[in-house]
């Protein structure tokens, strides 16, 4: 049949790249296979569409890339926003945009980067839900021996992302000293983010889930607002408290310059009320559903800025990327960052990781073990 010799074509061709990739003396492990498991979402729908699959083509880096073999891949709304056709993507692919592993191939122009087989790494491109991932070479992120492999992982989507927010994307309309009010720092971003906000000198309020609580309180946030979980949820009910009346409170009625709001749908409305004058509301994810469309006049109340930011935007070059890179991992050796790492589900059980984050039962990243 046409799907047969499809198939069958793949895996030649995966079977001929490797083998020619397997030319290049002394950059490659011996063991790399023609063929790999993977997480793969062929049709967008719940949690059930993601499906592993064992006879997926190795991916063949084109020259100036690396293969990673992946020790780890981590788990991010985005990932479950692809899965569900939420954020639109090309089908069918390989689940998931974050990893950590070894390097066991490189290519003749990423050798001339510096890059060698074994190095310890961590990366975010799309395809990390798999054995093996083509990665550009500047998109790798070293990885220090004292830093483990999961940590590492864990520290590129969420890591960076809660970087950019806490460093950059506020603007300047945040300094040292004033408020910033940041949902749910019980999950995982927003744990990075209110430490990161804190290493920076602002005065942080965070939002919590009384369920999680514990992993909030060691945080070290200057106010802690804890509300009530809502059930099968990834995010708070911010019904259970007038979370503008305790900002007001703690910040003597002048509001925080910043807001870091991962919640979306369900707390924009909060997130504008809490602005201080000339604040700027920064909506970064869309755990309760993406915000509606809203005019501009909502903002005038307090001259309010509005940003959507995303990622790509804030690691839009190698040395970008390195210079947040960097920063995070000094403060990991440091000690000045508290990384938890959640629950670790094996690559075989895909959907029960994605059905585990979306319910809102984690209390740090969530990975897959590779």
């Not at 290049?24 to 063929?35: C, D, H, I």
């Not at 997926?56 to 020259?63: G, N």
């Not at 960097?326 to 990384?339: F, R, S, Y």
Request: hydrophobic letters at 45%.
């Amino acid at each position: 049949s046409p799907v047969v010799q499809n198939t069958a074509m793949l895996r030649r061709r995966a079977t001929e790249n490797v083998s020619r990739l397997l030319l290049v003396p002394r950059r490659r492990l011996s063991s790399v296979p023609s063929v790999m498991k993977a997480a793969m979402v062929r049709e967008t729908g719940d949690a059930s569409f993601l499906k592993v699959e064992t006879d997926v083509p190795v991916p063949t880096p084109p020259d100036g890339s690396v293969l990673v073999k992946n020790a780890f891949a981590g788990i991010n709304f985005i990932d479950t926003y692809h899965r569900s056709g939420l954020y639109a993507r090309e089908l069918p692919f390989v689940g998931g945009q974050e990893g950590g592993g070894v390097v066991a191939a490189v290519t003749p122009k990423a050798a001339e980067q510096g890059i060698s087989v074994g190095d310890r790494v961590a990366y975010s491109v799309f395809g990390s839900y798999a054995e093996y991932t083509a990665v550009p070479a500047a998109k790798l992120l070293p990885v220090p021996d004292a830093v483990g492999l999961d940590v590492a992982t864990a520290c590129v989507v969420q890591g960076l992302t809660a970087h950019y927010l806490t460093s950059d994307c506020h603007a300047g309309l945040i300094q040292p000293g004033e408020w910033c009010l940041i949902h749910a720092v019980g999950g995982g971003t927003c744990q990075w983010a209110a430490q990161m906000a804190k290493i920076r000198g602002y005065k942080v309020i965070g939002t919590v889930a009384r369920n999680k609580r514990a992993v909030a309180d060691a945080i070290g946030c200057d106010e802690l607002l804890v509300l009530d979980e809502v059930t099968g949820t990834s995010y708070e009910d911010y019904e259970s408290l007038d979370v503008v009346k305790a900002v007001l409170d703690a910040t003597g009625g002048v509001g925080c310059k910043a807001v870091i709001d991962g919640i979306g749908k369900a707390t924009v409305d909060v997130s504008l009320g809490a602005l201080a004058r000339r604040g700027i509301f920064i909506s970064f994810g869309n755990a309760s559903g993406a915000v509606p469309a809203f005019p501009p006049l909502k903002l005038i109340a307090k001259s309010a800025f509005l940003t959507r930011p995303k990622l790509l935007d804030y690691t839009v070059d190698r040395q970008e990327l390195l210079y947040r890179a960097n920063e995070i991992m000094t403060w990991l050796q440091a000690g000045q960052l508290k990384v938890a790492v959640d629950t670790t589900f094996p690559l075989d059980d895909a959907a029960e990781g994605h059905r585990y984050l979306e319910a809102g039962k984690s209390k740090g990243k969530v990975l897959y073990e590779i």
